[in-house]
């Protein structure tokens, strides 16, 4: 069965600092993609970037970009230039099966402080 | 802001009753998927619609059931109602498959007394 880690419950940051996330996960999967989602305190889970597993490169989304080691089964998430909306819960997750169905972490609480 | 919409957004039940929540996918999508969050866990998928009929289906007991309408807006209703059943209970809608995005209402906080 498919794992999702998430070793970090808190982390805290300094606006306009750069934080980097840590997610591990575990497949006997070769073809997938990842995903990192927000959950602010509104409580509506928002998608902030998604990896392939077949693509060498990192995904990036303006301030979000991963580092997606598949040897390692990593999938850190960094966050640049942290804005106090970045506050939230970030969840790493990882689609199971052909339904699609999201294995998520326990999350990481981030605080961005002014 | 999804085109997802959970209701009611919040929920109080007792021991033992039944409640039904409820969710609109966003237009064109139709997989509905069904995840409970327990308070300070990543949410945990309970089944899946597609065009009507379980696609899949977590480790949650029978009492946990649903439907899927045809213009793939879907219920989640759980019986029996039991203290560990009080959580966030989250509706996401998507294309299916393991590659697209999935879109998340807003939830429905659900505490049993």
């Known amino acids: 069965a498919q794992t999702v880690t998430q070793s970090q419950p808190e982390m805290s940051v300094q606006e306009a600092e750069t934080v980097t996330l840590s997610c591990t996960y575990d497949?006997?999967?070769?073809?997938?993609?990842l995903f990192w989602y927000k959950q602010p305190p509104s409580r509506q889970m928002i998608l902030v970037i998604r990896?392939?597993?077949?693509?060498?490169q990192n995904a990036t989304e303006n301030r979000f970009s991963v580092n997606f080691q598949k040897a390692a089964k990593s999938f850190s998430l960094k966050i640049s230039d942290s804005q106090l909306g970045d506050t939230a819960m970030y969840f790493c997750a990882f689609p199971e099966g052909s339904q699609g169905n999201l294995i998520f972490g326990k999350g990481t609480k981030l605080s961005v402080k002014p | 802001e999804t085109g997802v919409t959970q209701s009611p957004t919040h929920l109080i039940k007792t021991r033992g009753q039944q409640v039904t929540l409820r969710c609109s996918s966003q237009s064109g999508h139709n997989t509905v998927s069904w995840y409970q969050q327990a308070l300070g866990q990543g949410p945990q998928f309970i089944f899946q619609y597609y065009r009507e009929e379980e696609n899949g289906r977590g480790n949650f007991p029978p009492r946990f059931s649903g439907l899927q309408f045809p213009n793939y807006s879907s219920e989640l209703n759980v019986n029996a109602l039991e203290l560990d059943d009080s959580a966030l209970y989250l509706c996401?809608?998507?294309?299916?498959?393991?590659?697209?995005?999935?879109?998340f209402g807003q939830g429905t906080r659900l505490t049993v007394v």
């Open positions: 497949t006997s999967e070769n073809n997938y993609y």
């Open positions: 990896q392939e597993a077949y693509k060498q």
């Open positions: 996401a809608s998507s294309l299916g498959g393991g590659d697209t995005e999935a879109f």
